[in-house]
């Protein structure tokens, strides 16, 4: 009984199991893709630093679809958006 080691580590072993880290990034994934989308909704078409489509009429509908499908795909649309548009504005703004 005395050698049993789990005593020091129980308290942080469901922090460090997968399936919970797992689930922690899912969520913390969700939301990030909530931040960008209201983000991305509330721009004006001129405000897109890369325009995809002409005068970025339809970029708003675009990078939303964008996010939307990429919350089965490992959020990768919302990544791109937060680097090309997001943080791109700022850039350009400066």
């Not at 997968?18 to 913390?28: D, E, K, M, Q, S």
């Not at 939301?31 to 721009?43: A, G, H, S």
């Not at 489509?53 to 795909?73: E, R, V």
């Amino acid at each position: 009984m005395l050698l049993n080691m789990s005593f020091p580590f129980w308290p942080m072993r469901p922090i460090f199991e997968i399936r919970y880290l797992t689930g922690l990034l899912a969520v913390a994934g969700v939301v990030f893709t909530v931040i960008m989308l209201i983000d991305c909704l509330k721009r004006e078409p001129e405000q897109f630093a890369h325009p995809i489509s002409t005068a970025g009429k339809y970029d708003k509908i675009i990078w939303a679809l964008a996010m939307a499908i990429s919350l089965s795909l490992y959020f990768i649309g919302t990544i791109v958006y937060f680097f090309v548009v997001y943080l791109g504005k700022k850039d350009s703004d400066s």
